[in-house]
């Protein structure tokens, strides 16, 4: 441990004690009596101990999310998927878990109780040592020295214990960067923030449609761009596809909230698919209009980024009259028919500012071009780019909770970074970056539409780990639109 931290320090690097506390758990309750009076930031405890899960091998990390003892105390760690996720990208195999603190060594069947109670890891020394932190951030990191397969024998012959303690100096300087990232700091929240009217929507249909005919229930494509949304539903039965190809004949299969081109409709009937509906209401006002310039011999410019399958229904509503422009350059390769006879439409997650650019390169190429009848960028997506500004106006630091998919995400990025502030898109917790966090004492959070409000819970639980968090809201505007469900998923 001191060989990597020090080379993770370098001149000027983070400062630090290292101690040793000795094997088993009476000289470690001694250590954490002599630490409770103590003034110190941070407290990382590090160490080998017997895996209890067979699916970990000598020479894995165990990152702490809760310390046990046999008495019945529990030390939380909230940090650990801060900790985990920047080992894993260090190149190293960790996983999070409960760990436990014996008094003896695990044998095979107590191993297995050990197991039983969910914790992944034994030791002899982390719970009186991490309850030595008391309200300072604490971390807990050991290494797999043996597992339920390869035992330990007896305490002086360590079996894997090369792997693990290479395992402990190679994670050093992950464990530099979590301390250097500890202390205080604001989290600052913009409102409004996470689901929309149509993601619950969609969401709701899916549930609905499992719990009235049972599972499987087919999708097309992800319900909503969401890695969370999807798994959950995976779980209690759905089955996301990419083409009408992979659902059985007959089968009941859910369009997602992006909606579908009319020929993904007509192969559904076709096939005698039971189709039911999930197209946000605001993306099926865009198809409309979509159908409506086309008939009417316009040529439909839609504003959007190509791939997203939002723009894949939108063009399919008019194939032979719609094109694709993305960017403000894209208006000069417009080719129509009769340029006095030019709409345009938009995407409805994309950022206002950047598709009011192209709009008006629109209007000023074609000064005749007939703009959508309301706003095609969704109510959502205005409302919580309007608030990442207000946020990020504040902030050393944006994070926005989102899938890399999620488009209405990807633009809240965007905003804040455009407003001068850095920003990020994560996930969850454990995609943020420690050295992200260093310096920064007030951290603007949001989540795209798309994203499930419990993802901030736990990236505010995650930062509080680190020290101290004081949260505040800054809210531009209260959203209270809900769209109906479709009468095939109704009470009846």
């Known amino acids: 441990m001191r060989r990597g931290l020090r080379a993770a320090a370098g001149p000027g690097g983070p400062g630090g004690t290292v101690r040793v506390t000795g094997y088993g758990p009476a000289r470690s309750r001694r250590q954490a009596a002599a630490l409770a009076g103590e003034d110190f930031g941070a407290l990382a405890v590090a160490g080998v101990g017997g895996g209890l899960t067979g699916d970990l091998v000598p020479g894995d990390l165990v990152v702490g999310t809760e310390v046990r003892d046999l008495a019945g105390g529990v030390t939380r760690c909230p940090a650990a998927p801060l900790l985990t996720g920047e080992l894993r990208r260090a190149g190293l195999r960790a996983t999070a878990g409960p760990v436990v603190t014996v008094d003896r060594l695990a044998g095979g069947a107590s191993r297995r109780r050990l197991a039983a109670g969910g914790a992944v890891l034994a030791d002899m020394e982390s719970a009186p040592l991490a309850a030595a932190a008391g309200n300072r951030p604490v971390a807990v990191l050991r290494a797999v020295s043996d597992t339920p397969e390869r035992p330990l024998l007896r305490p002086g012959v360590v079996t894997g214990g090369l792997a693990a303690l290479r395992a402990l100096r190679d994670a050093s300087p992950v464990l530099a960067a979590w301390a250097a990232a500890a202390g205080p700091r604001r989290v600052l929240l913009a409102g409004p923030r996470s689901f929309c009217a149509g993601v619950e929507r969609a969401i709701e249909i899916v549930e609905k449609v499992l719990g009235q005919r049972g599972a499987p229930v087919y999708v097309r494509k992800q319900i909503v761009h969401n890695t969370h949304v999807v798994a959950d539903l995976e779980r209690r039965g759905a089955v996301f596809v990419d083409e009408l190809s992979e659902v059985p004949d007959g089968a009941c299969v859910v369009f997602s909230a992006h909606g579908v081109s009319p020929a993904v409709r007509a192969e559904a009937a076709r096939r005698g698919l039971d189709a039911i509906d999930a197209t946000c209401p605001l993306v099926a006002k865009v198809h409309a209009e979509a159908r409506r310039f086309a008939a009417d011999g316009y040529l439909v410019a839609l504003i959007g980024h190509a791939g997203h399958e939002e723009v894949e229904g939108t063009l399919g509503e008019a194939p032979e009259s719609a094109a694709l422009v993305e960017t403000v350059a894209g208006v000069a390769r417009l080719r129509p028919a009769d340029p006095g006879k030019v709409a345009y439409l938009m995407q409805t997650t994309l950022a206002v500012d950047e598709a009011a650019d192209v709009a008006a ?132």
């Open 361 to 492: 390169a629109l209007t000023e190429r074609f000064p005749q071009a007939r703009a959508p009848g309301s706003d095609d960028i969704c109510y959502a997506t205005t409302n919580r780019q309007q608030a990442i500004r207000a946020v990020a106006a504040e902030s050393d630091l944006v994070l926005v909770a989102g899938s890399a998919n999620s488009s209405n995400s990807v633009r809240l990025v965007e905003t804040a970074q455009r407003a001068g502030t850095p920003a990020h898109l994560i996930d969850g917790p454990s995609d943020i970056r420690l050295g992200w966090l260093a310096g920064v004492s007030t951290i603007g959070l949001t989540a795209g539409a798309s994203a499930p409000p419990a993802v901030v819970e736990d990236i505010i639980t995650a930062l509080s780990g680190l020290g101290p968090v004081e949260v505040s809201e800054r809210v531009i505007t209260t959203e209270n639109i809900r769209f109906s469900l479709p009468k095939e998923v109704r009470a009846q």
